[in-house]
């Protein structure tokens, strides 16, 4: 068992997109144990909307147009094994195909950060070799978006 961040910062964001895109590693089941979403150019009472924020798990083709992150292991020991799994950041041409289920929506009120940190037994997981996707719809204008993605890989699994 081993838990993994993965870290988008200062990244201008003016589509819908996905934040995130993890795909879980062939031999390797991924927990997912929290995000968090949060912009750092408009506060005041004129810069405030709403974003929609929804996980879709299942997705078989990979989104484009944003850039890989390498997960670091939250153990920080010289010995740290790395991430079975991938991760992309900002990917503005969706992913898309197969069977994409929503698996939850929520709406980000810009102004403030957005927290997701389900209870244990309501952590998402994420199959060998599947994809998971945090979506964000578009903003009204830029913003410059911080944002992190914990996970947990779960274990090797035979075949």
């Known amino acids: 068992m081993a838990i993994f961040s993965a870290v988008v910062s200062g990244?201008?964001?003016?589509?819908?997109?996905?934040?995130?895109?993890?795909?879980a590693g062939s031999?390797?089941?991924?927990?997912?144990?929290?995000?968090?979403?949060?912009?750092?150019?408009?506060?005041?009472?004129?810069?405030?909307?709403?974003?929609?924020?929804?996980?879709?798990?299942?997705?078989?083709?990979?989104?484009?147009?944003?850039?890989?992150?390498?997960?670091?292991?939250?153990s920080g020991h010289a010995n740290a094994l790395p991430a079975a799994s991938t991760v992309k950041r900002n990917n503005t041409t969706l992913a898309q195909d197969g069977v994409g289920a929503?698996?939850?929506?929520?709406?980000?009120?810009?102004?403030d950060s957005w927290h997701y940190a389900?209870?244990?037994?309501?952590?998402?997981?994420?199959?060998?070799d599947q994809r998971l996707v945090v979506r964000i719809s578009a903003p009204a204008d830029?913003?410059?978006?911080?944002?992190t993605l914990v996970f947990e890989e779960i274990g090797d699994i035979a075949g």
């Open 102 to 111: 929503a698996i939850f929506c929520d709406a980000w009120n810009i102004a």
């Open 27 to 74: 031999a390797t089941r991924v927990r997912l144990h929290e995000i968090r979403l949060g912009q750092t150019t408009g506060f005041g009472d004129a810069a405030a909307e709403g974003l929609s924020v929804t996980l879709i798990r299942g997705f078989t083709t990979a989104g484009s147009g944003g850039a890989a992150v390498t997960p670091v292991n939250l």
């Open 11 to 23: 990244i201008a964001v003016a589509a819908a997109q996905d934040v995130f895109e993890i795909v």
């Open 142 to 147: 830029e913003v410059t978006m911080n944002a």
């Open 118 to 128: 389900p209870a244990n037994e309501l952590m998402p997981i994420v199959e060998k």
